[in-house]
């Protein structure tokens, strides 16, 4: 199998990379990297408690599909680490579900053409515009009426017929 590449060839040592544990390898690199989890965690934004949880490989607590693949992926790149090689030795983890598809929930959420919360939304924005142009009307009705203004004040003349 292939080796890991030159900079992370002191943590490998002659092993092959199916024989390693991917969380103890991170751990490893990110030590003599001389890098905290808190480092790790500033820097490529995931929380301090997935970093351990990746490092300790305890896979239920940790996010499932693409979300752990960019953990892994941004881990790896911030370690020097070859990416390609650490999503492999993902894939072949126990308990690490990395082909889950989220994704697929996350579109039927956001289909909206046939989203509930979406049509009733749509309408009810309409229904807001048309309720302020009546006020606007009945207010203008009302202060011609009282005299606050007359037509031709505004440049109306043309609509004395509708009011008389």
């Known amino acids: 199998m292939t080796q890991l590449n030159s900079g992370t060839s002191e943590v490998s040592g002659s092993d092959s990379l199916e024989d390693k544990n991917l969380g103890m390898l991170l751990k490893g690199l990110r030590e003599k990297k001389g890098l905290s989890v808190s480092d790790v965690s500033s820097q490529i934004k995931f929380s301090s408690g997935q970093i351990n949880s990746l490092e300790a490989q305890n896979w239920p607590a940790l996010p499932q599909g693409f979300v752990l693949k960019g953990l892994v992926r941004k881990y790896a790149r911030l370690l020097g680490a070859d990416e390609q090689q650490m999503l492999d030795l993902l894939a072949r983890q126990n308990g690490a579900n990395v082909n889950k598809q989220e994704l697929k929930s996350l ?24 309720i302020i142009f009546l006020i606007l009307v009945i207010i203008a009705v009302y202060g011609y009426s009282r005299e606050w203004f007359t037509l031709e004040e505004i440049g109306l003349e043309n609509f004395r017929n509708l009011f008389n």
Do not use: K, N, P, V
Not at 108 to 130: L, M, P, V
């Open 107 to 130: 579109q039927s959420t956001t289909d909206f053409g046939t989203h509930e919360g979406y049509e009733s939304q749509r309408s009810g924005t309409g229904t807001w515009i048309f």
